[in-house]
């Protein structure tokens, strides 16, 4: 006897038993209900009670008042609502028991980087509420050794952009002004003030703030506003994409042109480690420590209000383990070398 063909009427778990010799003398077996299809998998999102949909509300207005960037925005809200649809009940009954049953749960089910972002959007929104009762620890992130360009590498980058004016700009505008991708989108010519080498930067994620322009910057700004060809409704801006669909239009602000540029330069100069604006602004604090640049320095040009910051974006890779290394083992070279970047950032 030999499971075969499971019972529609009965329990789908009780198979048909057949004998192996009539096995080609059984007819088939004719269904008398429809077999119904499997359910394709759904997302379970629950819909919320009404008072927690008036808070969601009226929680969104006040993200959209208070938060420039869109993906901030996204984000917070993004985690608020699974959050609410988690709980399943009035935010009047939520307990500090519910929220530490909520985290254990995060733990247990999602990547631990991720529960990170998803606790302080939970947080921010109980604050808000003036829930401060329900606020719980965030969960530890793993830290990871970063990759960063070598000094090598960040070179070639920087070489490679020279072939293009609007290329190089950008590539400066990253080395050192250090601007974050959604900022490129919002410089405009009356911002620019090239006699004090000074770029003026509104609303930006530590608020209204300036860069000090290094004189290769200065220089690469110039070079690049003969080429710029912009639409009038864009006359304003610096930062002009020179073709495709966006041909003449500013990028926008989530940074996604400024990301593809970055990776276009990267790939032509021959560097096959992952690059983003995000690899490029790191690297080049970097270098700055290894150069024993004055941390205060570096964070002034970072635009950092704390110098923990900043410290964070100091990543080292092996390789620079390694060569440091080898520095120790002949200490004259490492003797003259130490003498040279002092000299250079002006120590003597």
Known sequence: MIPNET?????RNNFVQIRLGEVDEQKEHIFEEPVKQPLKKECKLLDLCEQNQDFLDKYHQHLNLNYRKITTIQNYYYHVRKFLQWMNKPMKEV????????????????????????????????????REDLKIPVPCQEHSNKIVLSEQELNDYLETSKTDPFWHMIALFQIDGLLRPSEFSYIKLSNLDLDNQTLYLDDTKTGNNYIILSPRLEQAINDYLPFRRPKPEFE???????????????????????????KQIAQKAGITKYVAPYIIKPSSITLDFNKQVNPKIIQRKARHRKIETTLRYDHVSDDMVRKYFEKMNSPTKYAVDSMEHNQEVGYF
């Open 236 to 262: 304003e801006y610096l930062i002009i994409i020179p073709n495709g669909t966006y041909k003449g239009k500013a990028p926008k602000p989530f940074g996604g042109y400024i990301n593809r540029t970055t």
């Open 7 to 11: 019972n529609v009427k009965n329990n």
């Open 95 to 130: 307990t500090k028991e519910d929220m530490l049953n909520w985290r254990g749960y995060l733990l247990h089910t999602y990547m631990k980087n991720g529960n990170a972002r998803r606790v302080a959007s939970a947080n921010h929104f109980t604050k808000w509420l003036g």
